[in-house]
């Protein structure tokens, strides 16, 4: 039991330190929460009244029916590596930070499963069965860092989501918290549950508004027979844009289509892994194939064939792991790299037809040069996922305004030709507002009711994926 003696806080802090076991279980001093009070959306913070570390489902459910008694504002968070403000405490939340639930309890290669708790780390998953020939495959950017937990909340993507999926097809079943500290089990022992509503996938993006998830049952694959990885540079980021929508529509589904531009490139080569991108072309792809050994140079050889008729400068494969893997470690600290030729920077998350991808872009550049803030473009071009990441300097008044605005309007554009204002960051609080770029009052009003009866006292994560009632806004689609 951890043991408080406060004399300026409230008799909350020394009540739910009681639930939990350990030391250092409990943080309240504002020194301490300051590591607390964002995510990686940097640009709103919060201090929340306690951040508490409880090390089993049944402490987050006392700590959540403390709560819930007591009408305290409460959310979950795992590694803090959300982009949208999905884990930022706006209401003074108590943060249930699940850190400490990092245990993998379960590999069962029989079954192709894997059970986790929700601290457990992305990648670690992979790292803890790749020797028995098989892996986890999301693998969104901050696989290093981010917690499978937090995959759950937010429905993360990645690299290899083109052919693979995003984390909803990798999940058999949680073990879910509830708003009144209730547990319950969906999809028990990874099998998904009895036919009627889909539980798994109404709880998998939710981002933390519907309950908190304390155990993942995940999918795990056989590692391919065999991959290969192409690299291939274009003058023209029209060409390079075309090529996409080309592979794709030549018959291939690569595992990874992934996309930088030339301001892009210029951060990436500037930080911790540089390859050696030519300087003056527009578009690099990197472009990643895997299956069984007899159709790999099959499928390559028709990629090059597409990329040599959309005039491509060059294009080479990977000579062995060891390049692959500088490949890919390029591309996937490509959004840290940003720090490397900006002072600060927003990263946006919309999704488009891939048929839409000059368009798109070309109406970004626009968006950047109406704003006077140069725009990144580091994205998974297979699947139509931008990442437009708006290059700001917060410390020259008016700047972080433009760089929201300039984020909106790229937002915007995704949803004028039928795209979405997320992929894989969720909404958050950076987004909510853009909602109604794709969705009517009507429709926001029925998911607003759906979240109602998982949280009718709306103390979890309040605040957060719905824009505020009754707010006038240009809206997309028409009523049918």
């Known amino acids: 039991?951890?043991?408080?003696?406060l004399k300026t806080k409230d008799i909350h802090i020394s009540n739910l330190a009681k639930l939990v076991s350990g030391p250092n279980a409990i943080l309240y001093k504002d020194e301490d929460l300051l590591a607390y009070d964002c995510d990686?959306?940097?640009?709103?913070?919060?201090?929340?009244?306690?951040?508490?570390?409880?090390?089993?489902?049944?402490?987050?459910s006392q700590i959540v029916k403390y709560c819930a008694k007591h009408n305290l504002p409460f959310l979950a968070r795992g590694a803090g590596t959300g982009l949208s403000g999905?884990?930022?405490?706006?209401?003074?939340e108590v943060i249930i930070s699940l850190v400490r639930m990092k245990r993998l309890l379960e590999i069962d290669l029989e079954n192709r499963r894997a059970v986790v708790e929700p601290?457990?780390?992305?990648?670690?998953?992979?790292?803890?069965?790749?020797?028995?020939?098989y892996y986890y495959a999301p693998d969104p950017s901050s696989q290093y860092a981010c917690t499978i937990g937090g995959n759950v909340a937010e429905n993360a993507g990645g690299a290899h989501c083109l052919k693979y999926g995003v984390t909803t097809n990798h999940i058999l079943g949680l073990e879910v918290v509830l708003p009144n500290g209730d547990i319950i089990e969906i999809g028990k022992n990874g099998i998904p549950d009895a036919p009627g509503y889909d539980l798994l996938g109404l709880l998998t993006g939710s981002e933390g508004t519907l309950g908190i998830v304390t155990k993942i049952t995940v999918r795990i694959l056989k590692n391919p027979e065999a991959k290969q990885t192409v690299l291939a540079y274009f003058d023209k980021i029209d060409d390079g844009s075309k090529a996409v929508s080309d592979i794709i529509s030549s018959g291939i589904v690569?595992?990874?289509?992934?996309?930088?531009?030339?301001?892009?490139?210029?951060?990436?080569?500037a930080a911790a892994f540089p390859v050696g991108h030519p300087k003056d072309i527009e578009a690099v792809l990197l472009i990643e194939v895997d299956g069984i050994t007899a159709g790999i140079n099959d499928q390559i050889n028709l990629i090059l064939d597409v990329c040599q008729k959309r005039n491509v400068r060059e294009v080479k494969a990977a000579r062995?792991?060891?390049?692959?893997g500088r490949w890919w470690?390029?591309?996937k600290t490509g959004f840290g790299a940003m720090g490397a030729i900006s002072p600060d920077y927003l990263v946006q998350d919309g999704v488009i037809p891939r048929s839409k991808?000059?368009?798109?872009?070309?109406?970004?550049?626009?968006?950047?040069e109406e704003n006077g803030l140069r725009i990144a473009n580091i994205f998974h071009a297979g699947d139509g996922n931008l990442h437009p990441l708006v290059l700001f300097d917060s410390r020259i008044p008016g700047e972080t305004e433009k760089a929201i605005q300039a984020g909106s309007e790229c937002l915007k554009a995704c949803a004028d030709v039928g795209g979405s204002i997320t992929g894989e960051h969720g909404v958050g609080i950076e987004k909510k507002e853009e909602m109604r770029f794709v969705f009517h009052d009507h429709e926001i009003q029925a998911q607003t009711d759906i979240r109602d009866v998982f949280n009718p006292d709306y103390l979890l994560n309040a605040g957060k994926l719905f824009p505020a009632p009754g707010r006038c806004a240009e809206v997309k689609r028409e009523l049918k």
């Open 1 to 5: 039991m951890v043991q408080i003696n």
């Open 40 to 60: 990686g959306f940097t640009i709103k913070r919060h201090l929340p009244r306690a951040v508490i570390f409880p090390k089993d489902t049944h402490e987050v």
């Open 86 to 92: 999905g884990a930022i405490p706006l209401n003074n």
């Open 119 to 133: 601290g457990f780390v992305n990648l670690k998953l992979t790292n803890s069965i790749s020797d028995k020939g």
């Open 254 to 269: 690569p595992a990874a289509l992934e996309m930088m531009d030339k301001t892009a490139i210029e951060g990436v080569e």
């Open 320 to 324: 062995d792991e060891a390049e692959r």
């Open 329 to 331: 470690a390029n591309r």
């Open 357 to 368: 991808l000059p368009e798109v872009l070309a109406k970004i550049n626009q968006i950047s």
